[in-house]
């Protein structure tokens, strides 16, 4: 008798804890998968503006539209944008090209480490250069000369840190083929081929960028 008066007792004590601490389990974690799909929803398509300069022997600096398919806290991002490059426009004394590019790209991105600040990642993509306003410049003598550039498909590889506000990045350009046209330059003879020649070749670019991204 005194056994079940005991097993009773602890019995009642504990029911009302229990059902106690059910209710504070169930408003301190939200539904996952409501909070998940409000998350991506918000997140879905992410537009950045910004600024990036880069070169070697050629130099450039321009403005940067970004659109992003999915939020830094996701793994895998799609990309698309288009750039505007204003190349070689510090006059010099020796000879050079002065010339504008527009690029529009595609590339993918992978969020390798992810924090609740923001996120590591690496992207790699491609763009089509589509190249205008070519100047043969030298001293204060300008030549305009639509040959001397040509269009032609880059590919690039990136890495940076985003936030839900703003992204910073490094990144490296491979042209797949020469920007000039080496054999118009060489043949014109009002044309100093062999002091542009480093530029001429150049393939190879580093740059920077920074990127703000537009929220509500």
């Not at 804890?17 to 998940?36: H, N, S, V, Y």
């Amino acid at each position: 008798m005194v056994k079940k008066i005991i097993i009773s007792a602890i019995v009642s004590v504990l029911m009302p804890l229990c059902a106690f601490a059910q209710t504070e389990i169930r408003e301190w974690q939200p539904d996952r998968g409501k909070k998940m799909m409000h998350f991506t929803k918000a997140n879905l398509v992410n537009i950045g503006l910004g600024v990036e300069c880069e070169g070697f022997y050629n130099h450039g600096a321009g403005a940067r539209l970004e659109w992003r398919v999915g939020s830094e806290r996701q793994l895998v991002n799609a990309i698309a944008g288009w750039e505007i490059m204003w190349h070689n426009p510090i006059h010099k004394e020796k000879p050079n090209i002065t010339y504008v590019q527009n690029s529009p790209y595609l590339a993918f991105r992978i969020n390798y480490v992810r924090m609740a600040p923001g996120s590591l990642y690496l992207e790699g993509g491609m763009s089509y250069n589509i190249n205008a306003g070519e100047k043969y410049r030298i001293a204060d003598r300008e030549t305009s000369d639509t040959l001397l550039a040509r269009n032609h498909f880059s590919t690039s590889m990136r890495i940076g840190y985003v936030t839900d506000r703003y992204d910073i990045s490094v990144f490296a350009r491979y042209d797949l083929k020469p920007t000039f046209d080496q054999k118009h330059i060489y043949e014109t003879g009002s044309f100093d081929y062999y002091a542009m020649r480093n530029a001429l070749n150049e393939r190879w670019s580093i740059g920077l960028c920074m990127l703000w991204y537009f929220r509500k």
